[in-house]
């Protein structure tokens, strides 16, 4: 009996630390199931060649305007931007809604358009089981009726997913040339001029993830030493010296209270896209080019941004120098180790004065004769400073017209004459060093190099989670590996057990032997 009892509790034993093992391992811990949020990424997409050429040819004889920061890519596709919104690891459920927009506007009689299309806040929605759908905020008027009708998140568009596994993904996710197929709520939206089951242009998308396990269940415990911090009552008597310092402090701030009459700061950002076609023109079919960033410039997709900036403001007079820091190389129609096109634009700078704003910029590289250039400070455009404001302690430009000066156009080679139309100029400067500068489009990270299909390129970003958290079910290596060493355990007490009652009813010894055994 004594034999019997004690195997019976070892047995027990084991099965019990088994099940908590497995209870520990089989639940999902928090950081695993909460959801993330999306916080950058940029989405591509040409809507319809056919039907950007259609708005831009003979007949509807129209065009198309960016809205809300939106940019082109190659001069055939838009790119949005500022991605925003949850995934789900655990289902692989996403959703990404991006800012910018585009409006569509042809056939123009009597002043209106019977071609008028408005769309925006594109969200790439992908749910459990690999369903996906692009939507957006639309407004568009009938080929028909000519009444305009709106509509807030509709579905433009199926997406095929099709071999696509979005769980488990981390850091920066890319899906490449995924197809999209025109869905009825689509047709309407297009007017009636393509019906519903319509192959539109792929999409390219790329968003920024949650790290994985960013949020680990166990740093809420280190804020349990917090109450032994209490003994801080012996920093009171500080306290009471930091009062007696402040009087002495105001009357002497007094005298600097009155602001001088010029005021330097060193702060501030300059926002230019150059010349949207000019951009286009790089990256396009002819010239197969690029641009590349150095010195602190940044890429906002329809502009770049140059920062930080020094300088100084008269607001007496109006007279503003600023000098940002940055450089922008344009480099296309490659030959060998050389280009044809090779432009850089380097720490450009404002100034206002006499009523008159100059954009004026450091200009290096190739000559159209083929030779090279170092032109210091050369004045690229000019604007009206009438649209200057003061607020928020910042001095800013929003969008001021800017045309091409004499400079200008020769820095550019000629392909510009002077008065062109350049993209309109942004900056602000902090007056006040405690500003908080305008945000920047948020691109995200650079994209994963996309592979040709859909399904290979969302699988290499999601490859490595997913084989490391499904292929055991979701349950830790550690877990699982615990788990089989109880198993084993198990399992050979068993077998003792049944070789122990046997040797007991074949021999009926009850005692001696099994204690050895036991110990073995």
């Not at 004594?2 to 047995?11: E, I, K, M, V």
């Not at 968003?207 to 209490?230: D, G, R, S, W, Y």
């Not at 502009?303 to 940055?326: C, I, M, S």
Request: glycine share 14%.
């Amino acid at each position: 009996m004594p034999l019997s009892s004690r195997l019976r509790r070892l047995a027990a034993a084991l099965v019990a630390a088994l099940a908590a093992l497995l209870a520990v391992g089989l639940s999902p811990g928090p950081a695993a199931a909460a959801e993330g949020r999306v916080s950058g990424g940029r989405l591509d997409w040409g809507i319809k060649q056919s039907f950007l050429t259609y708005v831009t040819g003979p007949i509807a004889k129209g065009s198309w305007a960016l809205t809300g920061g939106a940019a082109t890519v190659g001069g055939s596709t838009f790119r949005f931007h500022s991605a925003n919104g949850a995934y789900d690891p655990a289902t692989g459920a996403l959703s990404a809604a991006f800012s910018g927009g585009v409006r569509f506007t042809g056939h123009q009689e009597n002043g209106s358009n019977a071609l008028d299309l408005s769309v925006g806040r594109f969200t790439f929605k992908a749910a459990q089981g690999g369903a996906a759908g692009l939507y957006a905020d639309v407004s568009s008027k009938s080929k028909e009726t000519g009444q305009v009708s709106s509509a807030s998140q509709a579905k433009l568009a199926d997406l095929s997913l099709a071999g696509v596994d979005l769980r488990g993904a981390a850091g920066t996710l890319t899906l490449d040339n995924v197809p999209a197929t025109l869905t009825d709520a689509g047709a309407k939206a297009f007017g009636g001029f393509y019906q519903a089951g319509t192959a539109l242009d792929p999409l390219t998308l790329s968003v920024n993830l949650p790290a994985a396990q960013e949020k680990p269940a166990v740093q809420e415990k280190p804020a349990a030493p917090a109450p032994a911090a209490t003994p801080t009552p012996t920093a009171a008597p500080a306290t009471p010296a930091a009062p007696a310092a402040t009087p002495s402090a105001e009357p002497t701030a007094e005298p600097t209270a009155q602001a001088p009459t010029r005021t330097e700061f060193a702060a501030g950002a300059l926002d230019w896209g150059v010349r949207r076609t000019f951009r286009d023109y790089v990256t396009g079919a002819i010239a197969q080019g690029r641009w590349e960033l150095g010195g602190g410039a940044a890429d906002g997709g329809a502009f770049f941004r140059w920062t930080p900036a020094k300088g100084a403001y008269d607001p007496a007079t109006g007279e503003l120098t600023a000098a940002f820091t940055g450089t922008v190389r344009f480099t296309g129609m490659r030959s060998g180790d050389s280009y044809g096109l090779d432009l850089t634009l380097a720490n450009p700078g404002v100034t206002v004065s006499g009523g008159r704003g100059r954009l004026v910029a450091d200009v290096s590289g190739r000559t159209p004769d083929g030779g090279t250039r170092q032109l210091p400070g050369v004045e690229l455009a000019v604007f009206d400073p009438a649209g200057l404001q003061a607020e928020g302690g910042l001095l800013k430009a929003v969008e001021l017209p800017l045309k091409l000066a004499e400079g200008g156009a020769e820095a550019f080679g000629g392909l510009y004459p002077a008065g062109t139309e350049m993209d309109p100029l942004s900056f602000a400067v902090a007056l006040d060093p405690a500003a908080a500068l305008p945000p920047l489009p948020d691109l995200g990270s650079a994209p994963a190099t996309a592979p040709s299909t859909p399904a290979s390129a969302a699988s290499s970003p999601s490859a490595a989670p997913v084989a490391a958290s499904s292929s055991a079910g979701g349950v830790p290596v550690a877990a699982v590996a615990g788990g089989a060493v109880l198993v084993a355990a198990l399992a050979a007490t068993g077998g003792l057990l049944v070789r122990r009652r046997r040797a007991a009813a074949a021999s009926g010894a009850a005692v001696a032997g099994p204690t050895a055994d036991d110990a073995a």
